[in-house]
C-alpha cells in the first residue's frame, strides 16, 4: 500500500460518518475506484456499520419489555424526624426509616 493508501484508509470512518466534505468525499472514491484492496476494505467498513446501525435499531417485543418492567423492583425510603420533649425539658430526637419494596 501506498502513503496515499493509508491517507484513505485514515478517512474512511469519516467518510462513512458524513464528516468528510464533498471534495475529500470525491477524492476517496476516485482513490477507492482505482485501488481495489482500500475498496475491499471500504466495503468491509462500510458493511460492519451498516450491521451495527441495524441492531442497534431493533427493539425488544412488547411481550418482553412487559415482562422486564413487570419484573423491575423499586424500593422507597422515606426518613421521618420526630421531636418530642422529655420530661426535663430536654428534646429528644428520633428518626425512623421505613423502606418499602414495589414491584412492578
Given at each position: 500500500m501506498s502513503a496515499e493508501c493509508d491517507g484513505v484508509l485514515e478517512r474512511i470512518y469519516s467518510a462513512l460518518d458524513g464528516e468528510v466534505s464533498a471534495e475529500e468525499l470525491a477524492d476517496i472514491h476516485q482513490h477507492l475506484e482505482a485501488c481495489p484492496p482500500c475498496l475491499e476494505e471500504y466495503e468491509v467498513e462500510a458493511a460492519l456499520k451498516a450491521l451495527v446501525r441495524r441492531c442497534c435499531a431493533e427493539q425488544a417485543p412488547a411481550a418482553l419489555r412487559a415482562k422486564i418492567?413487570?419484573?423491575i423492583?423499586?424500593?422507597?425510603t422515606v426518613q421521618t424526624t420526630v421531636t418530642a420533649h422529655a420530661a426535663d425539658g430536654s428534646a429528644v430526637v428520633t428518626?425512623?426509616?421505613?423502606t418499602t419494596t414495589v414491584e412492578g
Open positions: 418492567v413487570a419484573s423492583t423499586r424500593v422507597q428518626r425512623v426509616t421505613r
